[in-house]
């Protein structure tokens, strides 16, 4: 069993070591992720350009790492195809630091690594939690554990693409899990001008909240209720996950 593990963060960043911990157990873990921070870029790749691959340091023991000086699509491109010569189960992307739900989804380099990895034909998923949350939160940990079990399972669509948000850790307990669909939303986005002539866009990737009304079995929704959201990108169903003693509530 190989499971990929990448980012849109980089390969330094906490939230694909806590990833690749949460499953390191399920099988074969391998780390090919961008060199740099690639927030924002989509689904993108790097078509007709030269991109390098080199080994990085690891830091988990027994997990090989390797930098890609490109795209999160790249990285799995790359990965599936060169690293690992196509014999991957499962791509598994984050831990964000932040939400990707509703129309974040079509920016996030979180969701765009997972959509290269099912446009490709390998089943897929993406991890975000709150920027204030705690990655290594042991909980979180274990629901990752339980869900890539589930992703790699037989009944499992092949090329499967799934979208995992974790609701924030510091107001109250997870209260379970459920399945949701995207929400409508708009992004809050902010052009400056900068001091060589050019402008720069900024955006915090953040829900236009005042605007969005919390559509019941949406991912914004789903998440106001202290539950983790799992929306499934394609025509199937999620089992239920365990997340607490009692997470029928």
């Known amino acids: 069993m190989n499971i990929l593990v990448t980012n849109d963060d980089g390969v330094d960043n906490p939230g694909i070591w806590a990833l690749a911990r ?24 790097s078509f007709r350009q030269s991109v390098t691959i080199r080994e990085h340091e690891s830091q988990i023991k027994g997990v090989p790492c390797f930098a890609v000086d490109g795209t999160p699509g ?15 189960d499962a791509v598994v992307a984050g831990i964000n630091p932040g939400h990707n739900t509703s129309r974040n989804v079509f920016i996030s380099g979180t969701f765009g690594a997972v959509i290269i990895a099912a446009a490709i034909g390998v089943k897929a998923c993406a991890f975000s939690i709150d920027a204030l949350d705690d ?18 399972g037989s009944d499992t669509p092949r ?22 669909a995207p929400a409508p939303s708009e992004l809050r986005m902010k052009l400056e001008a900068n001091n060589i002539g050019g402008f720069e866009l900024f955006s915090g990737l953040r829900l236009r909240i005042d605007r969005l009304k919390l559509m019941p079995g949406t991912d ?30």
């Not at 998440?223 to 996950?241: C, D, F, K």
Request: proline content about 4%; hydrophobic content about 40%.
């Open 220 to 249: 914004v929704e789903v998440l106001s209720r202290n539950r983790v959201a799992l929306s499934a990108l394609m025509e199937t169903h999620w089992s239920t996950i365990r997340t607490t003693p009692d997470s029928s509530g």
């Open 135 to 152: 990655v290594d939160d042991q909980l979180v940990g274990g629901i990752i554990t339980a869900t890539t079990r589930e992703l790699v």
């Open 22 to 45: 949460a499953v390191k157990d399920i099988g074969e873990v391998t780390v090919v992720a961008p060199a740099d921070n690639q927030s924002g870029v989509g689904a993108g790749l």
């Open 159 to 180: 090329d499967g693409l799934y979208n995992v948000n974790f609701p924030p850790l510091r107001y109250s307990e997870i209260l379970g899990a459920e399945g949701c």
């Open 74 to 88: 790249d990285s799995v491109a790359f990965g599936v195809n060169h690293v690992l010569n196509n014999d991957v």
